[in-house]
T-cell receptor, first 113, second 115 residues
């Protein structure tokens, strides 16, 4: 079955600390992987995407993610978190011409001053 | 460039009423889709369209209808609203090239309450 799991529902980090949000997927074909961020009351904004090639991808706002095929993971990282990063983060997987994008349950990030 | 526009932003309905959630995009995207977002469940695909005149069901299609008569518009119809359809609804679009492998652009959502 196709699925995305974000094991951490809620994470709290101190401002300036590093961050890693976990994402594991199950997908039968070559996956296209995404991370989106959602601020309260807003739609989803694309942070970064992986289609092929270099397994370490850079995104907006200083985020990066690493695709590890052997672990079926696509974890999101940031070296130093800012208070404005507090939001909900979604990992998603899709494929070429499948017509479907499958989302994880989301991870809520709280940033302590 | 407005991107993806959803109307209304908020709506309260009574059980059994019908309504249409509007979605329009001005990016000439071929792919459009509707998701619902519920706490702890992420976003779930309701219906999607790969071009004008073509629609298909997603993960949770029951109780919803869609049509795609133009490239720009993709309305979602609730035929007979039920409290279980209380949710936040998002419309998204993406370019046709690469299919849904392309990143999707999301609207700001419609917050729907069914009493």
């Amino acid at each position: 079955a196709q699925s995305v799991t974000q094991p951490d529902i809620h994470i709290t980090v101190s401002e300036g600390a590093s961050l890693e949000l976990r994402c594991n997927y199950s997908y039968g074909a070559t996956p296209y992987l995404f991370w989106y961020v959602q601020s309260p009351g807003q739609g989803l904004q694309l942070l970064l995407k992986y289609f092929s090639g270099d397994t370490l991808v850079q995104g907006i706002k200083g985020f990066e993610a690493e695709f590890k095929r052997s672990q079926s993971s696509f974890n999101l990282r940031k070296p130093s978190v800012h208070w404005s990063d507090a939001a909900e983060y979604f990992c998603a997987v899709g494929g070429v011409n499948t017509g479907k994008l499958i989302f994880g349950q989301g991870t809520t990030l709280q940033v302590k001053p | 460039n407005a991107g993806v526009t959803q109307t209304p932003k908020f709506q309260v309905l009574k059980t059994g009423q019908s309504m249409t959630l509007q979605c329009a995009q001005d990016m000439n995207h071929e792919y459009m889709s509707w998701y619902r977002q519920d706490p702890g469940m992420g976003l779930r695909l309701i219906h999607y369209s790969v071009g004008a005149g073509i629609t298909d069901q997603g993960e949770v299609p029951n109780g919803y209808n869609v049509s795609r008569s133009t490239t720009e518009d993709f309305p979602l119809r609730l035929l007979s609203a039920a409290p279980s359809q209380t949710s936040v609804y998002f419309c998204a679009s993406s370019p046709g090239t690469g299919g849904f492998g392309q990143p999707q652009h999301f609207g700001d959502g419609t917050r729907l309450s069914i009493l």
